[in-house]
């Protein structure tokens, strides 16, 4: 019963691939978000997904893609990996979006995904 | 200069000890939360404040709004605390992907 799941929890694959990591969430909330940790353990935004409204960040490349079939799932695609996108990658979901909001904001955390480019 | 600026950025401390550690930040933000990383990689959302004080166990977690600032406090800390904690921010700002803001995490080592 993960209220926020990710799969897979480990990908090794090498430069110029392209793969899918896959986020779940059972707590019914209209927010979904995936961050990259870096090696020195920096956590950063890369999208926020609300109700159907994509919200993308400018800094990541093009080759990353969220796809979301529905309002529970918020799946990254990468293409044409390359070294630098060796990290972590944290999916979360909020009940709310709203920026002002007070409450539902709690973000609920994957518990990631290690990701290696060789 | 980061948005989120949390100190110290390792703290190693006895088991049983007062432990303190604070975040500063400098945008005008609607929540801040406290997250606790396990040493496995996961993550855990441990508060979320806009205002006041927070409890929950032995963890309290203070905001103080006018002087940004907000404090996470462990009381009689025990060597499964050890984590990285990690204050992140919701910024009022616009633009962006408005998801949430981190600092750089503080690594804590309770010693038994």
């Known amino acids: 019963d993960t209220a926020v799941s990710q799969t897979p929890k480990y990908l090794v694959t090498q430069m110029g691939n392209d793969k899918s990591i896959k986020c779940e969430q059972n707590?019914?909330?209209?927010?979904m978000y995936w961050y990259k940790q870096d090696s020195k353990k920096f956590l950063k935004i890369m999208f926020s997904?609300?109700?159907?409204?994509?919200?993308i960040n400018e800094t990541v490349p093009n080759r990353f893609s969220p796809k979301s079939p529905d309002k529970a799932h918020l799946n990254l695609h990468i293409n044409s990996l390359e070294l630098g996108d060796s990290a972590v990658y944290f999916c979360?979901?909020?009940?709310?979006?709203?920026?002002?909001?007070?409450?539902?904001?709690?973000?609920?955390f994957g518990q990631g995904t290690r990701l290696t480019v060789v | 200069k980061n948005e989120v600026e949390q100190s110290p950025q390792n703290l190693t401390a006895q088991e049983g000890e007062f432990i303190t550690i604070n975040c500063s930040y400098s945008?005008?933000?609607?929540?801040l939360h406290w997250l606790q990383q396990h040493p496995g990689g996961g993550i855990v959302s441990l508060f979320m404040?806009?205002?006041g004080k927070k409890k929950h166990g032995r963890l309290i977690a203070t905001i103080n709004i006018q002087e940004k600032h907000s404090s996470l406090h462990i009381t009689a800390s025990h060597p499964r605390d050890s984590a990285v904690y990690i204050c992140?921010?919701?910024?009022?700002?616009?633009?962006?992907?408005?998801?949430?803001?981190f600092g750089k995490g503080t690594h804590l080592i309770i010693q038994p």
């Open positions: 997904y609300n109700n159907k409204e994509l919200i």
């Open positions: 979360a979901s909020s009940q709310a979006y709203i920026r002002t909001a007070t409450h539902g904001t709690e973000a609920f």
């Open positions: 707590l019914g909330h209209d927010t």
């Open positions: 404040l806009s205002s």
């Open positions: 945008v005008g933000i609607s929540a």
């Open positions: 992140a921010v919701r910024s009022r700002s616009g633009g962006g992907a408005d998801g949430l803001t």
